[in-house]
């Protein structure tokens, strides 16, 4: 059993700055974030490898969003900047159990928390 808690959310203006974090209650391999805007599919967002080694990135986040992790601590972040409107989202952090590599697909994950609301508005 695996629980994943994220933390973070709220509110900020556009070009601020905000940091996710997720505590993992077990085992975990690859770690991602996703997100939903209202009446949006869910999106794929950031991922990374097992030992954090490596991370790939959304188009619409590159450059701006970083993801991390601590393994010693079992936490998971996403420390995003330059944010716009539209990364408004509640903001999920996922975890796969076996699998150590970069993962893009939602189905590839076994557990997911809850979600942090994110919101970004003047």
């Known amino acids: 059993q695996v629980q994943l808690v994220e933390s973070g959310g709220g509110l900020v203006q556009p070009g601020g700055s905000l940091r996710l974090s997720c505590l993992a209650s077990?085992?975990?391999?690859?770690m991602a974030w996703f997100r939903r805007a209202p009446g949006k599919e869910r999106e794929f967002v950031a991922a990374?490898?097992?030992?954090?080694?490596?991370?790939y990135y959304a188009d619409a986040v590159k450059g701006r969003f970083t993801i991390s992790r601590d393994n010693a601590e079992k936490m998971l972040y996403l420390q995003m900047n330059s944010l716009k409107p539209e990364d408004t989202a509640v903001y999920y952090c996922?975890?796969?159990?076996?699998?150590?590599?970069?993962?893009?697909?939602?189905?590839?994950?076994?557990?997911w928390g809850q979600g942090t609301q994110v919101t970004v508005s003047s």
């Open positions: 996922a975890a796969s159990i076996l699998k150590s590599w970069l993962l893009i697909d939602g189905y590839d994950y076994d557990y």
């Open positions: 077990g085992r975990t391999s690859a």
């Open positions: 990374i490898t097992k030992s954090g080694d490596m991370a």
